[in-house]
T-cell receptor
């Protein structure tokens, strides 16, 4: 079967760094996405990795290891507005993108 | 720039009543369109996708249906809602028929079936 695993919840302190891990097992691979979803809102695109390595975009970075079926999202200099759910998603080929259940991040002062 | 809108934003419907959620995309032609459902604590579930007018593929058998009467319009319907249909429904679009393309979501519609 196809599966994406990520922690259900994480808590971190304002100004700190947090790493959200994601492991996946899929029948195909067309790239890995991270989306941010604030409570009651739609997900918004954060990052995309299709090759191994680290992609940096401001305070957010995303890493991919295809051989290990593993990715992480790194958030630096955490702000209160970063409190949200972070969804890991894998494009499996064709039209199908599989989403994880999301990691709820709580940023405390 | 491209925009996507869906409505209504929230609705409370009795069991057995019909449903119609509508979605439109602006600023692009021939988008791939999707309907997702997000239940509490679960990942986004793909319900339907469409590559063109009148072309609908269903991912999950259920009492919902979708239609695409125009290039940039996508409608989710039901003739008789079930309690289990409650959830957050998201319309989305991508450019091109490739799951490596970024998915852009509408604002979402909260459906509560009572």
């Amino acid at each position: 079967g196809q599966n994406i695993d990520q922690p259900t919840e994480m808590t971190a302190t304002e100004g700190a760094i947090v790493q959200i891990n994601c492991t996946y097992q899929t029948s195909g691979f067309n790239g890995l996405f991270w989306y941010q979803q604030h409570a009651g809102e739609a997900p918004t695109f954060l990052s995309y990795n299709v090759l191994d390595g680290l992609e940096e975009k401001g305070r957010f970075s995303s890493f991919l290891s295809r051989s290990k079926g593993y990715s992480y999202l790194l958030l630096k200099e955490l702000q209160m507005k970063d409190s949200a759910s972070y969804l890991c998603a894998v494009g499996t080929g064709g039209f199908k993108t599989i989403f994880g259940a999301g990691t709820r991040l709580f940023v405390k002062a | 720039s491209q925009t996507i809108h869906q409505w209504p934003a929230t609705l409370v419907q009795p069991v057995g009543s019909p449903l119609s959620l509508e979605c439109t995309v602006e600023g692009t032609s021939n988008p791939n369109l999707y309907w997702y459902r997000q239940a509490a604590g679960r990942g986004l579930q793909l319900l339907f996708y469409s590559v063109g007018i009148g072309q609908i593929s269903s991912e999950v058998p259920q009492n919902l249906s979708a239609s695409r009467p125009q290039d940039r319009q996508f409608i989710l319907s039901s003739k008789k809602l079930l309690l289990s249909d409650s959830g957050f429904y998201l319309c989305a679009w991508t450019e091109g028929a490739n799951s490596g393309n970024t998915i852009y979501f509408g604002e979402g519609s909260w459906l509560t079936v009572v």
